[in-house]
């Protein structure tokens, strides 16, 4: 109980200090909302008596007698008073006597009775050639500094240091010229270097052209190196200086003119003056000591440059010896000529756009057409260059002996001016100057005033490529020395927030193709050629199968139709067959022999393509034009079974007259052809879905990237090739014509012998119809459908019909075809020019009744009218196939093998018409579904086309089922309308 009574009384004060908490947290700003921001200040910003904070990270006031530093994060006495402390924390500051003339020590800490005046900054003056000494040996201050002068003359030769606290010996030329270290009036000192007369130009031109803006700027760099630069390497063979001598050079975009007092100039007076020194490396075009700048000074070398020999190393895609990386070295300088490093060139070493590694370093394996281009923001450039740095570009290979070798990479600079004109920017190479180093970023010679300076210009390198090309007939993957295509951008700073600059890098391969387009135009020309002797054929046997013997226009455009489709079958037979070229031996080689054309080089490619669709196209329309405008009769066989009474009209008599034939059966006929008309042995929709599906899931559209893989999944992470067009198309073409083929196979001889052969049916169904079709696809030729029943009547009950069939399977009655004992029931006609006469008489009046309306006999009625003419045209067929009209008779028989193979009647139907066996049923021809291959090829064109535009394959699938669509709407549509006009069938019953 008492521990009871102790626990309470403990634990009251406890209850009361929290609940006093509570009530200060929910009175309090620490349980509401904080505001997390704080205002925005920079160095820059802060007053004279303020300096930026940076663990505030705003401005903040100076102690007394405090200013702030040059950075502005910091704090410094005040002229004429000394640190008493500064441990990186407060600053403490103290006066130093005025009186007795004393002014702050170098390090701020003391003051020092001066020996003469003082400095702006308080510190101690002394004169010019003399250093200040404040303190003794031991490092003991001094009660008055003194002022001791170095000596300039022999044998010391000193001078004050920068800081002017030490004397040092002077520099080597002040000493070899002028015997001590003042550079006599006589001679030339520049840039820290005193010079005797020399063969050098003076004054040097000191400004930099910035042709692409018109502009001069008075560079600050060229003014204080170029001349003593010039100088050093010409009297001292200073190798520093040489090198910044050529780096000046490339600045100025390898100049060269008849002006020898600009850093180019000034290059080749030093070349030309150091001959007798010899070359390096037994490279004529490079001098002892000086930068290897040109491949020569006269034009016409480049073509000896780039083709006198091959590369001493060869690539391969695959196998044991396989070798598909480009091994690129630099030799990299600074500004002042300091040779930094050998440097591998990978990753983003010449790339200016940012990416990841395994991107970039995509660039350099051999084969992979490489292209990077971004927008870089100036800013971004001026402090990641704030000088510019200097690359000699090598290969590197291995020689017989497995050393190591290094094969220079000629720079085709497109900046450099000849006497002012660009002389590179054209593609004649005898007319190139190729050049070797080249640097990325120029923001140091734009700066007129001070090196720290923002820079009036900069100049990028917007544009770098470096291209391989293949010996010619070459089988092991010979090439010759890559070129370095370089093109520089003068940037005018006008605002570095805002302004980008578009930058580009490639790595590009070519081979020579002019043999392949030679081979491409000689099969085209053959090709070409055969199809005119081909559409000639065709154009004669239109003529006779129009019964038309005169050359007129009508005939020439025939020709021309004919020849369109017949050549657009020639430039889709040769594109296709390049496309596969290309895939295959580009894809499948091992050593290289062949690399792909230059996406310039495929633009004749491309227009080959669209001539192909083009032509194709017309045909396409042509064959559709006549499909729809065929002449069509559905000939009924079917006699009435008997008479009937029937009364007539105007009063209560009766007549017995025959019983009416059924128009069912031909209604029912006309609308299984209409349904046939648009059939096709391949699936639209399922073509589409299928190409899709194997060229974007399966991955077969990688095949058309520029690299030798054959891979069809990539590394989502990896980089991506461009597209090349031939690849492309020869991958989509070959896609769609597979499956396309796969399917008519299936349809062929799967679908149609197991399933539904809706032709053959269609026949069968004339026969069970007891009606039999005439096609006219021209005047007086066609295609004839015998659908007379071998029972006699079709116009009967269930019971009949069912013991007709069994009396046919049973060989009880006779057989279908037109002949006795014959099956055949498909002819191609020939029709005499008397019968078609005929023909076009019975139908005159519904011709004259769609003429002009003054023809139009107003008493007549069009639907008995057309009736009578129905049955006027039935009987007459019906018994020019009895043979009831010897006039206009006919004879059958079979197609000789030439007249098949020619497409082309030798025998012409003068006297009597000819039936033909076909027992292919060729009145398809007539049909989508006898044109399958014309189709197949169009749709395929039609795709390719699309995508080649667009370079969306689901786009050019979408357009390509909606194009099929919409003609085949086309082609029932106006197919029907045709039937219904030229086969007197009412077209309310066509569904």
């Given amino acids: 109980e008492e521990h009871q009574h102790q626990a309470m009384a403990t634990g009251t004060p406890q209850l009361c200090t929290y609940t006093s908490l509570l009530f200060v947290l929910f009175n309090s700003d620490v349980y509401h909302c904080q505001p997390f921001s704080i205002p925005f200040q920079q160095p820059s910003g802060c007053g004279s008596d303020q300096f930026f904070d940076i663990s505030r990270l705003s401005c903040a006031k100076c102690g007394l007698n405090q200013i702030t530093s040059i950075a502005g994060t910091s704090c410094v006495c005040q002229t004429g008073f000394r640190a008493v402390s500064n441990n990186g924390g407060p600053l403490s500051c103290e006066i130093c006597p005025s009186d007795t003339k004393q002014g702050v020590t170098k390090d701020g800490f003391d003051c020092i009775r001066c020996p003469g005046d003082l400095n702006e900054d308080g510190t101690c003056h002394c004169p010019t050639g003399s250093i200040l000494v404040e303190r003794g040996i031991d490092g003991s201050l001094l009660e008055e500094g003194r002022c001791e002068s170095c000596i300039g003359e022999n044998p010391s030769f000193t001078v004050p240091d920068v800081s002017g606290g030490r004397c040092v010996r002077c520099q080597q030329s002040f000493i070899d010229t002028s015997l001590s270290c003042a550079c006599s009036p006589t001679n030339l000192a520049s840039g820290g270097l005193c010079f005797s007369s020399s063969n050098l130009p003076t004054p040097v031109a000191s400004n930099i052209n910035f042709a692409q803006l018109a502009i001069l700027v008075q560079s600050l760099w060229f003014t204080e190196h170029l001349q003593s630069s010039a100088a050093a390497c010409l009297m001292f063979y200073n190798l520093t200086a040489c090198q910044a001598l050529g780096n000046m050079c490339v600045m100025n975009m390898n100049a060269i003119s008849s002006v020898s007092n600009d850093a180019c100039g000034l290059f080749g007076t030093v070349f030309r003056t150091t001959a007798a020194l010899g070359s390096v490396q037994t490279i004529s075009y490079w001098r002892m000591n000086l930068p290897w700048l040109y491949y020569g000074d006269q034009p016409g070398l480049a073509s000896r440059v780039l083709y006198a020999e091959p590369f001493p190393a060869s690539f391969s895609f695959r196998g044991a010896a396989q070798n598909r990386k480009i091994q690129l070295v630099a030799a990299v300088y600074n500004a002042r000529g300091d040779f930094l490093k050998w440097e591998n060139i990978a990753g983003g070493t010449l790339q200016l756009c940012p990416d990841t590694s395994a991107r970039l370093n995509a660039a350099y394996t051999f084969g992979t057409t490489y292209h990077q281009s971004c927008f870089l923001p100036v800013s971004k450039l001026l402090a990641a260059f704030p000088e510019p740095f200097f690359y000699d570009l090598y290969m590197d290979f291995s020689d017989a002996n497995e050393e190591k070798r290094l094969w220079a990479v000629p720079v085709l600079n497109r900046n450099l001016q000849f006497n002012g004109q660009f002389v590179n920017q054209g593609d004649n190479l005898n007319n190139w100057y190729l050049t070797r180093r080249i640097f990325l970023v120029d923001t140091l010679s734009g700066r007129e005033t001070a090196l720290t300076d923002q820079p009036k210009v900069i100049r990028v390198a917007t544009s770098i490529r470096i291209g391989f090309k293949l010996v010619r007939n070459t089988r092991k993957g010979e090439i010759y020395p890559p070129l370095l295509t370089v093109s520089y951008t003068d940037v005018l700073i006008t605002d570095v927030d805002t302004q980008t600059v578009p930058v580009f890098f490639a790595l590009e391969y070519e081979m020579d193709t002019s043999e392949a387009q030679v081979q491409t135009d000689i099969a085209l020309g053959v090709l070409g050629g055969l199809s005119v002797l081909y559409s000639l054929l065709k154009t004669a046997s239109w003529k006779r199968r129009v019964a038309s013997p005169l050359i007129d226009l009508e005939t020439i455009l025939k020709f021309l139709l004919f020849y369109a489709g017949d050549l657009g079958n020639v430039f889709f037979a040769v594109t296709f067959g390049t496309g596969l070229y290309w895939l295959i031996f580009f894809k499948g080689q091992q050593f290289v022999s062949v690399l792909l054309p230059l996406p310039?080089?495929?633009?004749?490619?491309?227009?080959?393509?669209?001539?192909?669709?083009?032509?194709?196209?017309?045909?396409?329309?042509?064959?559709?034009?006549?499909?729809?405008?065929?002449?069509?009769?559905?000939?009924?066989?079917?006699?009435?079974?008997?008479?009937?009474?029937?009364?007539?009209?105007?009063?209560?008599?009766?007549?017995?007259?025959?019983?009416?034939?059924?128009?069912?059966?031909?209604?029912?006929?006309?609308?299984e052809w209409n349904e046939i008309q648009t059939i096709r042995k391949i699936n639209p929709a399922f073509q589409v879905i299928a190409v899709l599906f194997f060229l974007e899931v399966v991955g077969f559209s990688n095949l058309a990237l520029r690299d030798p893989s054959s891979r069809l999944s990539r590394d989502p992470g990896s980089y991506t090739a461009p597209w090349s067009l031939i690849l492309r198309f020869g991958v989509t073409t070959a896609t769609w014509?597979?499956?396309?083929?796969?399917?008519?196979?299936?349809?062929?001889?799967f679908y149609e012998r197991y399933v539904k052969d809706k032709i053959k049916q269609f026949v069968d169904l004339c026969s069970m119809s007891n009606i039999s079709v005439l096609?006219?696809?021209?005047?007086?030729?066609g295609y004839y459908i015998h659908g007379r029943s071998v029972h006699g009547h079709a116009d009967t009950n269930m019971e009949e019909i069912n013991a007709n069939f069994k009396r046919e399977a049973e060989n009880l009655c006779g057989q279908r075809g037109l002949l006795p004992n014959t099956d055949v029931q498909t002819f191609q006609i020939a029709i005499s020019s008397k019968l078609r006469q005929q023909y076009d008489r019975i139908l005159e009046p519904l011709t004259r009744r769609n003429g002009p309306s003054r023809l139009l006999d107003s008493t007549a009625d069009s639907f008995e009218q057309?009736?009578?003419?129905?049955?006027?045209?039935?009987?007459?067929?019906?018994?020019?196939?009895?043979?009831a009209h010897p006039d206009m008779d006919y004879i059958v028989k079979d197609k000789l093998l030439l007249e098949r193979v020619i497409g082309m009647e030798l025998m012409e139907p003068l006297d009597k018409s000819i039936f033909y066996n076909d027992d292919s049923h060729s009145f398809s021809d007539v049909l989508f579904y006898g044109n399958e291959a014309s189709l197949l090829i169009f749709d395929t064109l039609f795709f390719c086309v699309v995508d080649l535009g667009t370079q969306d394959l689901v786009l050019a699938a979408i357009l390509t089922f909606v194009q099929q669509t919409v003609f085949q709407f086309i082609r029932n549509a106006s197919g029907q309308k045709n039937m219904a006009a030229k086969s007197l069938v009412d077209k309310r019953f066509l569904t």
């Fill in 600 to 671: 310039e080089q495929e633009e004749r490619f491309v227009t080959y393509v669209g001539c192909a669709f083009g032509l194709k196209a017309v045909q396409f329309l042509h064959k559709l034009i006549n499909q729809i405008s065929i002449d069509i009769f559905f000939i009924d066989w079917e006699r009435p079974k008997g008479k009937e009474f029937k009364s007539v009209e105007g009063g209560g008599a009766t007549k017995r007259i025959a019983s009416p034939v059924s128009i069912w059966r031909t209604y029912f006929v006309a609308n």
């Fill in 775 to 781: 096609l006219m696809s021209n005047r007086c030729f």
């Fill in 737 to 749: 014509l597979v499956i396309g083929f796969a399917q008519m196979m299936f349809f062929t001889v």
């Fill in 866 to 883: 057309s009736a009578k003419t129905y049955h006027t045209m039935n009987r007459f067929l019906t018994s020019t196939i009895d043979h």
